[in-house]
């Protein structure tokens, strides 16, 4: 087979899966492989879990799909579950995480437009990714995401993340238009870079003392990753709007954007929708997720054993001069290496049967499946020293 038929916008390595069970992946010679990508951070409760499955096949056996025309309970229970695992009220159902913030973003524009700002700006932060959609990218930091799309939805402001100082800044000169402030809590795609202490904190306070939005994009850091239902939850505050995506279906596409009601309350009917969004397949097997995570107690297993997999590599690469630093929260962990390592992920599924993600061409992402075990957790610290050394 080649991809000759395909867009080429994935370097894709040559290295192709058939079947999953937990944190394991078999490719097509039989060869088992431990999965430290799950799909970036999507199969959070590990690959065909049995409960999963029968939900997934029982429900397309009922209904898949009805279209929003009509109600649709499954999306309510979701709706529901979600809402009381947060501290928000209501949710809006998409297909990804892109869409999902793509929500997020026509919120802040009609809280602008509610208050008669005639040229609303969102507040992003420095590397940021928040998706591929036109919206998104502009959202987005970073060239490689950007190059040749100019150009792009203009409304957004830069500022460095983690910098209180930056924001007050741009308060004092663009504070009147602005109306959200739109952030990864940890950020993912580049490279595993938590906020600083006190910083979510902060945030909270500046944008209730000016009426802006707190928008949280826990696509990547949500359902459990960082050993909490949500990131923002470390912290203690609550935003005003969060979206969800990549481990909510497990694998099955969805995605949400979750607001308080004040917030959600700007939509009305006509202003939003989707054909696909919250169908009864997909919001069967987001509830199916999160009864599975807390049944298997998987926030205090992903809280563990990523503090286990921290120290551990913490002791093993203390010394390495190619290992700058270690950083991370729960399941969400980053190498940071001095200089780019030729072929690392494929080297180290070739050679130690793990799957890595590299991300900026220098840091290691480990995202494995939140069931992840003591043994398995020795299991990538031997293979990343091995694989460095
Ligand atoms: C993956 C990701 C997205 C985009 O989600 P898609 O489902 O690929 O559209 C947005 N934000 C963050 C933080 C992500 O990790």
């Known amino acids: 087979m080649t991809a000759a038929c395909l867009m080429s916008t994935y370097q894709s390595l040559a290295l192709s899966f058939t079947r999953g069970l937990g944190t394991r992946l078999w490719d097509q010679q039989g060869r088992e492989y431990l999965d430290a990508v799950a799909g970036v951070a999507v199969t959070n409760v590990g690959h065909s879990h049995p409960r999963l499955v029968s939900a997934i096949s029982e429900q397309a056996g009922l209904l898949l799909h009805t279209s929003n025309l009509y ?67 502009a959202a987005s930091d970073g060239p490689s995401v950007r190059l040749g799309f100019q150009r792009l939805p203009g409304d957004f402001l830069k500022v460095r993340f983690g910098d209180i100082a930056a924001l007050e800044t741009i308060t004092n000169t663009f504070g009147a238009r602005i109306t959200a402030v ?132 913490r002791v093993e690469l203390a010394d390495h001069p190619q290992v700058l630093a270690i950083r991370g929260q729960g399941l969400m962990i980053g190498i940071e290496l001095a200089s780019p390592y030729r072929d690392l992920a494929e080297r180290a599924a070739r050679e130690h049967g793990l799957l890595i993600n590299v991300t900026r061409g220098k840091i290691i992402r480990l995202l494995p499946p939140l069931t992840l075990d003591a043994k398995e957790v020795e299991m990538i610290v031997r293979a990343i020293t091995r694989l460095l050394d």
């Open 182 to 313: 739109l952030l990864e809590p940890i950020q993912g795609e580049s490279g595993v870079l938590p906020a600083p202490p006190g910083y979510l904190q902060a945030l909270r306070d500046h944008c209730t003392r000016h009426g802006w939005l707190l928008m949280l994009d826990e696509i990547q850091t949500g359902i459990g990753r960082t050993g909490a239902w949500f990131a923002f939850q470390h912290a203690g505050i609550v935003p005003d709007v969060m979206t969800l995506a990549k481990g909510l279906g497990n694998g099955v596409p969805i995605g949400a954007c979750l607001a308080r009601s004040a917030v959600a309350e700007l939509f009305t009917p006509g202003s939003h929708g989707s054909t696909f969004g919250g169908n009864p397949l997909a919001c069967r097997v987001g509830c199916t997720v999160l009864e599975i995570i807390e049944e298997q107690g998987l926030l205090q297993n992903a809280a563990q054993q990523g503090e286990r997999l921290l120290a551990r590599l």
């Open 71 to 137: 109600s649709i309970d499954w999306q309510q229970r979701l709706a529901q579950r979600l809402a009381h695992l947060s501290g928000l009220d209501r949710a809006f159902f998409n297909n990804s995480g892109a869409e999902a913030n793509e929500t997020a973003l026509k919120l802040a524009r009609l809280h602008g437009w509610k208050k008669g700002i005639e040229e609303p700006l969102i507040v992003v932060m420095e590397n940021a990714f928040h998706g591929r959609t036109l919206g998104t990218m």
